[in-house]
């Protein structure tokens, strides 16, 4: 009798959980609703914003190939987003460029990596990371795209040192040149106390005439002062 209880008991959690999955699951395929425009009132500029990203939304239906309306309706609502700082702003941008991406098959970095940014605003890590992952693929002698993913590797999943110096050799043996890679994990360099590396990269950037002179004296003379102060 108890076991029969304990088996009941076990189904009906399994059942629970089950159900609150299907319902999390039908909740994100739903269309986020969109605010009233009054909610702007006063800030004309994010009226203006509002009003453009509707237009561009409706622009979309009617031509589901052409990026800019996915561009223009999804900047428009980050923009509101980015001044008002509250979420449903961000999924609407994020909304409209996850609809480009699927249009456009995952073969538009544009649109990746602006949405990879939106999703990292709502705390959408691996959706991020997927996104730019893919720009990568499209385009891997982009800087850029290797930047986001490096900088994400970094603040949001705070990965080992190991891969993330790994993510920037990969990186740098498929941008030519790659002046930024370098700035960026020199100063990565710092933070983690390999100074000896630090300079090794700045005078990289010094030989290749990256930098000036004063510049290189003043970031030396700060990795030498980071140096003595860790000792």
Not at 65 to 84: F, H, P, R
Request: charged share 25%; proline share 2%; with cysteine.
């Amino acid at each position: 009798m108890q076991a029969e209880k304990k088996r009941l008991f076990l189904i009906l959690i399994i059942g629970i959980l089950v159900c609150a999955a299907i319902a999390f699951f039908v909740a994100r395929s739903r269309p986020v609703a969109v605010p009233d425009r009054s909610v702007l009132n006063g800030k004309s500029e994010l009226q203006s914003a509002y009003d453009q990203a509707r237009e561009y939304t409706g622009k979309i239906s009617k031509n589901p190939q052409e990026v800019v309306n996915y561009v223009v309706a999804g900047n428009a609502w980050k923009l509101i987003a980015d001044s008002v700082r509250e979420p449903v702003w961000y999924r609407l941008s994020l909304e409209v460029y996850d609809q480009g991406i699927a249009a456009t098959q995952s073969k538009n970095s544009l649109l990746l990596t602006n949405a990879g940014q939106i999703a990292e605003e709502l705390g959408e890590f691996d959706k991020a990371k997927k996104y730019y992952q893919i720009s990568i693929d499209l385009a891997p002698g982009d800087a850029n795209y290797h930047l986001l993913y490096i900088k994400l590797l970094k603040n949001k999943y705070h990965a080992s040192e190991q891969e993330v110096l790994r993510a920037y050799d990969i990186a740098m043996s498929r941008v030519v040149g790659g002046a930024d890679l370098v700035s960026s994990r020199l100063q990565y360099l710092k933070s983690i106390g390999r100074y000896q590396d630090a300079i090794d990269d700045l005078e990289l950037l010094y030989k290749n005439k990256i930098i000036t002179s004063e510049q290189y004296a003043g970031e030396h003379a700060e990795i030498e002062q980071l140096k003595s102060t860790h000792k």
